[in-house]
């Protein structure tokens, strides 16, 4: 079982920037993929990027390629998501999951952080 509580997110305007953090519960935490999710009203979750157990490996959607990073650092249960150059489009609620390497359903989320963005 894995608990995942997001920080992080808030209001700001187009062009800024925001870090969300996620911290995981365990003593397991690089035996998981991590990813962030996002939500925005009247839309559908969407994946935005993963990172491997071991952070070797990060995939984005298209839309944020070269503007979000994400990473994680094992030694504090901890994957953040870096997002630069912020447009009122990527306003969601911004989910962080967690899914048992070699799987390919994500299993545990966290309850969500907002991320406003304005224009």
């Known amino acids: 079982q894995v608990q995942l509580v997001e920080s992080g997110g808030g209001l700001v305007q187009a062009g800024g920037s925001l870090r969300l953090s996620c911290a995981a519960s365990g003593r397991t935490f690089s035996s998981y993929d991590m990813g962030w999710f996002r939500q925005a009203p009247g839309k559908e979750r969407e994946f935005v990027s993963g990172?491997?157990?071991?952070?070797?490996?990060?995939r984005y959607v298209d839309s944020v390629k070269g503007r979000f990073t994400i990473s994680r650092d094992n030694g504090k249960n901890t994957v953040y998501l870096q997002m630069n150059s912020l447009k009122p489009e990527d306003t969601a609620v911004y989910y962080c999951?967690?899914?048992?390497?070699?799987?390919?359903?994500?299993?545990?989320w966290g309850q969500g952080t907002q991320v406003t963005v304005s224009s």
């Open positions: 990172i491997n157990g071991v952070g070797s490996s990060t």
């Open positions: 999951a967690a899914k048992f390497l070699g799987t390919m359903r994500y299993e545990y």
